[in-house]
C-alpha cells in the first residue's frame, strides 16, 4: 500500500498521506524511493480519494477498483527517502464514460516538492 | 533495476545503437501480485513504466531516472495470463530523450515519452 491515511477531503481536493519506511515495495538500493513509486502513491491517493467519495456520498458497499489510464506531464523534484512523510494532493477533474481527469502535487511534510503531475484514472 | 529478475526476465536482445528491443518474461510469481489484485493478478502500470525504464538502463549502461515523463499512455491491461511474454521497445537519444513502447504479436500495453538523468 502506498498510501497511510486520508487526511483531508474538501470539494474536489483531497489529502493524503505516505511515511515512506524501509520495506517499501519501490524501494532502490541507495535508500530512495524510485519515481514510479511516487506515481503510484499519486495513484493510490486519487483512489482513495474516489473510493471515499463513492462510499460516503454515493452509498457503494465498497470502494472501486481503478487502473491508471495515462499519466502526463510528470515532473520529478526529488526522491523521498526513508523516514520522509509524504503529504499528497489529489485535485479531481470530470469523469466522462469512467475515465477521470486528476492532477496531484507531493511534497513531503516539511513542505519541499517531491513530484507532480495529471493522471487518467480509469474505472471500468 | 530492483524489478529485473523479480517481475521480469530477459529472454532475448536485440540491440542497435541507441535503441534495442528486449522480449521479456512476465513472472507471474511476483509479490506485487499479492496485493494487486488478490486473485486477480493484473501487471501494475507503473510496473510495466519501472520495466522500460530498467531495460533503458541495459541500453545505455547507466543508471537512470525518469526526469520528466510528457506522456504515458496504458492503452490494454496487461496480466501475466495476457501477456506472459512482451516486447519491450526503447531508444534514449542524446539529448536524454526516452521513447518506448511495450507490447506483443496481439496489442500495445504501453507507449511512453519522457526524458531520463
Given at each position: 500500500m502506498m498510501v497511510d491515511e486520508l487526511l483531508c477531503v474538501n470539494g474536489d481536493e483531497a489529502q493524503c498521506r505516505l511515511a515512506v519506511r524501509?520495506?517499501?515495495?519501490?524501494?532502490e538500493e541507495d535508500g530512495l524511493i524510485a519515481e514510479v513509486g511516487i506515481i503510484e502513491h499519486i495513484a493510490q491517493s486519487a483512489s482513495a480519494f474516489a473510493g471515499y467519495r463513492a462510499v460516503e456520498?454515493?452509498?457503494?458497499t465498497e470502494p472501486p477498483v481503478g487502473y491508471i489510464g495515462e499519466v502526463k506531464n510528470f515532473h520529478l523534484t526529488e526522491r523521498p527517502a526513508v523516514g520522509d512523510v509524504l503529504i499528497t494532493t489529489i485535485t479531481m477533474g470530470p469523469t466522462v464514460d469512467g475515465v477521470t481527469i486528476i492532477s496531484g502535487e507531493c511534497k513531503k511534510e516539511s513542505g519541499e516538492p517531491v513530484a507532480d503531475t495529471r493522471m487518467k484514472i480509469y474505472v471500468p | 533495476m530492483f524489478l529485473k529478475d523479480k517481475f521480469y526476465k530477459v529472454t532475448k536482445e536485440d540491440v542497435s545503437g541507441t535503441s534495442a528491443t528486449y522480449t521479456l518474461a512476465i513472472l507471474p510469481?511476483?509479490?506485487?501480485y499479492d496485493g494487486h489484485f488478490p486473485g486477480n493478478p493484473v501487471c501494475p502500470g507503473v510496473c510495466n513504466m519501472q520495466t522500460i525504464l530498467e531495460c533503458a538502463m541495459m541500453l545505455t549502461g547507466k543508471s537512470l531516472h525518469y526526469n520528466t515523463i510528457k506522456q504515458c499512455r496504458l492503452t490494454a491491461i496487461a496480466t501475466p495470463e495476457v501477456c506472459p511474454e512482451v516486447m519491450v521497445s526503447v531508444s534514449v537519444d542524446e539529448s536524454n530523450t526516452i521513447l518506448a513502447e511495450i507490447k506483443d504479436s496481439k496489442q500495445t500495453y504501453m507507449t511512453l515519452k519522457g526524458t531520463v538523468q
Open positions: 524501509e520495506d517499501n515495495f519501490f524501494l456520498e454515493d452509498g457503494a | 510469481d511476483c509479490s506485487v
